[in-house]
């Protein structure tokens, strides 16, 4: 089972979508997961508390309360190898305009598959929740 911590804290930074708190002496980095989004998000000088799981650099967050006690439930994918399909993969990045060079390599929470598009050649970045995440352009 996995390790849980609550932090309470003033936000002192933030860094996408996550969060550095400073609390009870202490200082925390709390990831909010990829799909935060930046409405409604806490701004540096908020008090929040946040609930999740602890990794070895910081807290997953499951739970974030606000300083004015709304509660948000972030939800974040299964952990595990193998969850996403290369066949949507492959689709996904043929649908976005690339010439698909190769078969897709499974990596633990994408498929890294190669594509041409516009004359250039990009490593393509597909994680499990079936969203690119990345497209980075390699030289050839």
């Avoid at 000088?45 to 709304?70: F, H, M, N, Q």
């Amino acid at each position: 089972m996995p390790k849980t911590a609550t932090a309470t804290g003033i936000v002192w930074a933030v860094f996408g979508h996550r969060l550095a708190l400073e609390g009870n002496g202490t200082r925390s980095l709390a990831d909010l997961g990829p799909k935060a989004v930046s409405e409604g998000m806490p701004r540096v000088g908020d008090t929040v508390t946040v609930e999740g799981e602890v990794t070895p650099c910081e807290i997953k967050v499951s739970r974030l309360v606000l300083a004015d006690g709304a509660v948000r439930i972030i939800a974040w994918p299964e952990k595990g190898h193998g969850k996403g399909d290369p066949d949507t993969a492959l689709r996904l990045v043929r649908d976005a305009g690339y010439r698909v060079e190769g078969p897709p390599v499974r990596k633990p929470r994408h498929f890294e598959i190669r594509g041409i598009r516009d004359g250039e050649t990009f490593d393509v970045h597909v994680h499990d929740d079936h969203g690119i995440r990345k497209e980075k352009r390699i030289a050839v």
